[in-house]
């Protein structure tokens, strides 16, 4: 056997992984084509007039409007990118029914068919976010602004909310059959995650203690993503003010934390996901 024919996988393996190879690599295709190239273009000229004309108003305190602002687009176009790319390579695949039933006869499993399409989301919105965030980064150089390391901290748990999010996106989208149902809900559920963590340690308090809180508002807390765990927050100035420190603890907490719900959300939408008749 030749050098370059011996593969670390087992053989019955190969063909899993190919396929999902496939349908990811045909993923970003399909969204460089699309989106991804003119959101880029659209922040990088938005980041330059921020950069340039608006922080000038912030005297004083221009690196730190500049970050604040920058992390904010980064997270609004990302949103955008992972809802529109995720109902996309979804909903309308399975309304229109071809592409999938092609996949399908000739041999594609269905949970290979979304994992596939997942790992193609996010690979090209966590492209297309890096891509931007140097952008963010040159204009930052330019006007010597000064950017501590933490930040770097808070662009990975920027990409780790952005994995989640897909994660019931996707769930959400096989579960309904409207576009302006599947935004809605999505947007519901993300603006919901940030809240989770305050309504659990609300929840907790010896004064809430009922039935309506132990049989209604803790269950929806741990059914809804908790994006304490994934976000900074205000603590990003008290760590760059030397006010506490960061554990890297936390961080590997938040990455087990997505893997584990991106896990979970895609398990249910595989159960979820029918061939289309």
Partial sequence: ??????????????????????????????EMRSRVLASFFLFSVFSLYLGLVLTRLAIEFEARFFRDLSFALLDIFGLA?????????LRQDVGKG???ELFLVRGLKPWQYLVGRYLGVILTVSL?????AVVSLAICLMRNFTLPSIYGVEFILL?????????????IALWTHSQANFFVSSLLVYLSA????????LAQLPQQQGRLMNFLIKPITYLLPNFDLLSLGDSVDAIVYGVHGYSWGNLGIACGYSFV???????????SFKRPE
């Fill in 1 to 30: 056997m030749k050098p370059w024919k011996i593969c670390l996988l087992p053989q019955s393996l190969n063909p899993m992984f190919k396929n999902i190879k496939t349908i990811t690599f045909l993923t970003i295709t399909e």
């Fill in 81 to 89: 990118m992972v809802l529109t790319s995720t109902y996309r390579v």
């Fill in 98 to 100: 071809s592409m999938v």
């Fill in 128 to 132: 297309a976010i890096l891509m931007m």
């Fill in 159 to 171: 990409l780790l909310r952005l994995l989640v999010t897909a994660g019931f996106g996707f769930l």
């Fill in 194 to 201: 940030y809240a989770a963590g305050p309504l659990r340690a």
């Fill in 261 to 271: 719900f991106c896990s979970i959300a895609l398990s249910l939408a595989c159960l």
